[in-house]
């Protein structure tokens, strides 16, 4: 999902507007300023299934609550397996209360819209953190950066956790997988919390709904080998997943992701996955060994639960000399997005007047256009692979396969 103007106001001050040759403007349908009772005040992001909201709920005289709100474009409302995924999504969600899960608080139908509102979250997703580490010399350098991504992580995981081990009244384990675990999807607060989201194409053993039969649907670059090949799914392949995320956290570099879908496959199935510390020096080999368990390509030897890995990352941070816990995690954060705060607080209070006052520079009203959009950077962020059939995949993994083989032949 692409983010919108409103939140990315690296671009937004007032006293230097935004320079035009280095935005695409993408003219949008016009939204509806309100769908039940929560009111849109601007549009957060917007990719092909979904657009996201800050807005404003009304109840008693005097109860104003903002919340995100997540809205499934109009011309899929129609599409019945679109909407139950949706509703999946609110479903699994909203059964999980656990302070490194973002909350949904409501979901349904209103006006002919299907929405899930939920806490709206001050921070940057990780994969932004991450931009903002790589672009900045002494971030890069900094000898805390191993110990914070491990913090960032070991939050992730026991959010993570929580959702895989929920259950239903009978006590027996639902078996939510996330499924799209990557740095798009974890959020970093101000408050140095981390939060995952979108359960958008969770798994669960009781999910009445399934998509159309035989589609891959993840994230390729880190889809977890058994999920490429369709077959069995379990938690474990959240936890390779985030052993992919920790291992470019390190890094600072791409792991899996190549020029095109096919090689990010072969890339994942058979490419050699090198111990971080081969590209930072000051990555542990006890880090190195924590990512290295969490990327086995056999599920059996990789960590078997998200909350094994989180407390081997948290053993390792009680190691070091230095504290690493949300409030040096809402330090750095602070550091890294000087502005990031402020601008978020400032766009709440807009959101929190009825009558809007000042819109800062680059920011829109929901029911407002165009809008204006940072452009994807490329070569970086993640790709969100479009599903592939079944059987191309089965086909790639036989060529992958036979390409191995041959290969190792030809070594011997
Ligand atoms: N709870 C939230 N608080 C603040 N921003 C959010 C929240 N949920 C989503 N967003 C914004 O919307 C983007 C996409 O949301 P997400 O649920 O990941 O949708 P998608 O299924 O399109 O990936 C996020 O990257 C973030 O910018
Ligand atoms: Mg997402």
Redesign the pocket.
């Known amino acids: ?1 692409k ?1 919108s103007s409103a ?1 990315t106001m690296e671009s937004a001050n007032p006293s230097r507007p935004p320079d035009a040759s280095t935005f695409s403007t993408v003219p949008e349908p016009t939204s509806p300023k309100r769908i039940g009772r929560y009111e849109l005040c601007f549009e ?2 917007s ?4 657009s ?1 909201y800050l807005a404003r709920a009304e109840g008693a005289p005097g109860f104003q609550k903002l919340v ?1 709100l ?1 809205r499934i474009h109009p011309h899929l409302a129609s599409e019945k397996d679109y909407v139950e995924m949706f509703l999946d999504e609110a479903r699994i969600a909203s059964r999980i209360t656990h302070a490194n899960v ?1 909350s949904v608080f409501d979901f349904g139908e209103a006006d002919g819209e299907y929405y899930i509102a ?4 001050v921070g940057e ?1 990780l994969s932004r953190v991450h931009r903002r580490v790589v672009a900045n010399a002494d971030q890069r350098s900094s000898n805390l950066l191993p110990a914070r991504m491990a913090r960032v992580i070991a939050s992730a995981c026991e959010g993570l956790h929580a959702a895989h081990e929920q259950k239903d009244s009978k006590g027996e384990l639902l078996r939510v997988v996330h499924r799209d675990v990557s740095a ?2 974890l ?1 970093v607060t101000y408050d140095g919390v981390v939060q995952v ?2 359960f ?1 194409i969770a798994h669960a053993r009781q999910r009445v709904h399934h998509t159309s039969a035989g589609q891959v649907k993840g994230t390729f670059p880190y889809m977890a080998p058994e999920q490429m090949t369709a077959a069995v799914v379990d938690r474990r392949v959240d936890v390779w997943a985030l052993g992919a995320v920790l291992w470019e956290l390190l890094t600072l570099r791409r792991l899996f992701l190549r020029d095109t879908d096919v090689n990010t496959m072969y890339a994942v199935l058979s490419g050699e996955i090198r111990p971080p510390s081969d590209y930072r020096k000051d990555v542990p080999p006890e880090l190195d060994a924590i990512v290295l368990r969490a990327l086995q390509r056999n599920p059996e030897e990789r960590w078997q639960t998200a909350r094994e890995m989180g407390k081997a990352l948290r053993r390792f941070l009680a190691k070091q000399e230095e504290l690493v816990g949300p409030a040096e995690l809402a330090d750095w954060m602070a550091e890294l997005f000087p502005q990031g705060e402020l601008r978020k607080q400032q766009l709440m209070d807009i959101a929190r007047t009825t009558d809007g006052a000042d819109l800062p520079e680059g920011v829109r009203r929901a029911n407002e256009e165009p809008v204006i959009r940072i452009p994807r950077t490329k070569g970086r962020g993640t790709p ?1 692979a479009p599903p592939l059939p079944a059987s191309l995949v089965t086909l790639v993994i036989g060529v992958a396969t036979v390409l191995t083989v041959l290969a190792l032949d030809w070594l011997r």
């Open positions: 999902m983010e939140e957060l992001a990719g092909g299934m979904a996201v995100a997540k973002c939920m806490e709206y979250l997703p798009e999807n959020f989201v979108d958008g969100t």
